[in-house]
């Protein structure tokens, strides 16, 4: 697989032409300057004019459990989120998009998409399980779990990135490894939430050296709360885009439940994204030095994508013929959509099974990894969503939070 691109350097200036969008941001460069929120949706009112959605969830909140150590556990309502979720209903990736309203340039994006998105990967889901190692795995500690210490590579980025110790269970993998070596020069995510602390661990290029965890960005996430810019805008994460990975991911044990109740992670190749610039709710764009091939403009009046574009499936999309994973994954997209989180060429990389509590095997999920293009999946079954006038340029805001130590 081909994974994202990552870097934080100084580029040339590109802002996204885009039209008037759902919650009437405050255009192109700096984001909003209205006192929205990321978690300010957009829905048409009468008269034509988009009103924010309030936030709802449509999961029914329960008091956050004890710590556990069962990863297939994370999305059972703990540290204030509602059962299927993490975060607090109020994080962008956990509210419904049903009845947002489309952006004036979704045309341009889908029919962008269509004409230059397309291969053998598009719309493929990576279910991986301890025999091919692909996916992340989404990994728990409580309070008397080993803490490591961190070392920082190259690819850790001061200001954007946490430099601090991380708690690892003594039983887990990387993200494309059978354990935590990265051997293949992958992504080799870690991703370990503490569930006393409710603190989210999830670290890019990491690797154990001899009992020590070398890595990129390490970005520790409070799952308790949401703040209004995530980690603040123009920093990233252990995702190219800023955002966290683990709530955003497909598990077994949601698919068996028939019910995936927020935003889904998507990758498109890099190649095929506005550099430079992201919507939110991301917070980043680690394509800021001109490439070979990368558009600032589409053929025939079409648009790419800026990064974090948030799509959602049509409600006419007929999901009668799906299995019944594909189904709950086409109901997902089609309540709360998919958010544009890194570069690559599998569409949906979901969670490895070896510690998810089931195995996408099971006969009761029902979910191959070809399902939805089987079943005809196509970009033009999706409107964007997303705000395109809140788009903010990486050169005109630069990273600005305090790093925790």
Known sequence: MVYGTRGVVVGLLL??????????GSGNNGGRD???S????????????????????AAVNASPPGPSTSPGELFDGRCGAAVGQLFPPSAPWNQSVRDTCVDPGSDAIIRYLDA????????????????????????????????????????????????????????????????YVCNDDGDCHLTVLQTASCQLYEMWRANDVLGTFEGGCLAVWDASTVA???????????DAAGLPITPLL??????????????LRFILPNEAVQRHVYVRPATHNPLTVARHGQPTSGPNGTTPPPYGVRLRLRPDFDTSGLSPGARAMAEALMEYGMIHADGGNVTFIASNDTFSGASWED????????????????????????DLSDTVSMQDVECARTPLD
């Open 15 to 24: 802002t996204l032409a885009a039209g008037p969008g759902c919650g009437g």
């Open 228 to 238: 209004s810019d995530l980690r603040g805008l123009s920093c990233t994460s252990a």
């Open 250 to 263: 497909v598990t077994p044990l949601q698919v068996r439940a028939g019910a995936i109740r927020h935003a």
């Open 116 to 179: 230059v998105v397309d291969g053998g990967q598009t719309f493929r889901i990576d279910l991986g399980n301890s025999d091919d190692n692909y996916g992340f795995n989404p990994l728990a500690a409580n309070a008397s779990t080993d803490t490591y210490s961190f070392t920082p590579t190259d690819d850790f980025y001061d200001t954007h990135c946490d430099p601090v110790p991380i708690p690892v269970p003594s039983t887990g993998r990387l993200e494309g490894e059978p354990d």
């Open 363 to 386: 006969a009761d999920i029902a979910l191959g990894p070809d399902d939805l293009r089987d079943a005809g999946l196509a970009w033009t079954d999706f409107e964007v969503v997303s």
């Open 38 to 57: 990321t978690s300010d949706l957009g829905r048409r009112d009468g008269g034509g004019v988009c009103q924010p959605t309030p936030v709802t969830t």
């Open 34 to 36: 209205g006192g929205s």
